[in-house]
């Protein structure tokens, strides 16, 4: 019996051959580390050892928050820093309503460490006004997107001046600017709402004293040129004993008066011009049994008292003592 032409035992050899070839196929692409294949190679079959089986690494799950949590000692050092920061803000927040007003403009008084409280209003400009001098290095805002800052410059040389403009674009907001100068920086809180401050300035007390004190030096110093120069030799009076009190075992002090005189107002002493600053006494005047402290300036290696006396004790610390006494012509 034939089948196209084959015979029939062909047919079912065939089919059987393809059954079991591709069952064969089937178990060898299984995954499986039981199976072991075989090769044909050589004289007969082979076998092939297994390879090594590699587990997979499980990889860590980046979205989870590795960081450990914070204990609880951080917890409190954490609160305990926020409650200091905060303490020690509003102690050095200075609010315009502090400030000194001339006119339109408010005044604050400039310390290094504060915070200036200022108000604005949408649709006004407020103009801060910096030192007269004073160059801009640097403004920075909080919210550069909801507030305009600009700056501008009047005047020139000794007088020229910067000017920042600060304007809200919206009522019931607020920010801080910081801005930096070649001479300081300045912290400021700012705030839109139905208060507008137009003018805003500092005062400088740590500028005005230093040049209230080289005022007055150089005032001194023209007055000490002045008397000098009225002072005649027939006005001057060299009648005054020095002498050291140095204890049982003598010695002598090494900032000694070399010599005392007068004009008739003021006195004189003059001491040496190796002097260090370490070793000035201080200058104290005896009126009978009292001994008390007597304002002096030293100019060089002088000291002028601006005053007469007619008995004076030098001292330097408790041990060193000089008197000097006035010697009343006969």
């Known amino acids: 019996m034939q089948f196209n ?60 928050d590795t960081e450990e949590p914070m204990t609880l000692k951080e917890e409190k050092d954490a609160l305990k820093a926020s409650k200091s920061i905060e303490s020690g803000t509003q102690e050095g927040l200075q609010n315009v309503s502090e400030a000194v007003q001339v006119q339109a403009k408010s005044f604050f008084s400039y310390k290094a460490t504060g915070i200036y409280q200022i108000y604005c209003h949408e649709g006004h400009l407020t103009d801060i006004q910096l030192q007269p001098g004073e160059d801009v290095l640097y403004i920075g805002g909080g919210d550069t997107t909801r507030w305009i800052v600009d700056r501008a410059q009047s005047g020139n040389g000794d007088a020229k001046q910067w000017h920042v403009y600060v304007k809200p674009m919206k009522s019931n907001i607020a920010t801080n600017f910081m801005i930096a100068t070649d001479r300081r920086s300045y912290q400021i809180r700012a705030r839109a709402g139905n208060v507008y401050n137009p003018i805003i300035g500092w005062t400088y007390p740590l500028d005005e004293k230093a040049a209230y004190l080289r005022r007055q030096a150089e005032k001194k110093e023209k007055e000490e040129e002045q008397i000098s120069g009225t002072v005649t030799p027939e006005k001057m009076n060299f009648n005054y004993k020095i002498e050291e009190k140095s204890g049982f075992f003598g010695g002598s002090y090494s900032w000694t008066p070399k010599m005392v005189f007068d004009d008739g107002q003021k006195t004189y002493i003059q001491m040496a011009a190796t002097m260090s600053s370490g070793e000035a006494p201080a200058l104290f005047v005896s009126d009978g049994k009292e001994v008390m402290l007597v304002n002096y300036r030293v100019k060089k290696n002088y000291y002028i008292v601006d005053r007469l006396f007619a008995q004076a004790e030098m001292r330097n610390g408790l041990k060193e003592i000089v008197v000097i006494k006035k010697i009343n012509k006969d």
């Open 5 to 64: 032409g084959l015979p029939i035992k062909d047919v079912y050899k065939a089919f059987l051959v393809a059954i079991l070839g591709g069952g064969l196929i089937s178990v060898c692409s299984l995954p499986s580390a039981s199976v072991i294949p075989l090769a044909t190679a050589g004289d007969g079959p082979t076998r092939i050892k297994p390879a090594v089986m590699v587990q997979p690494q499980k990889l860590p799950d980046m979205s989870q």
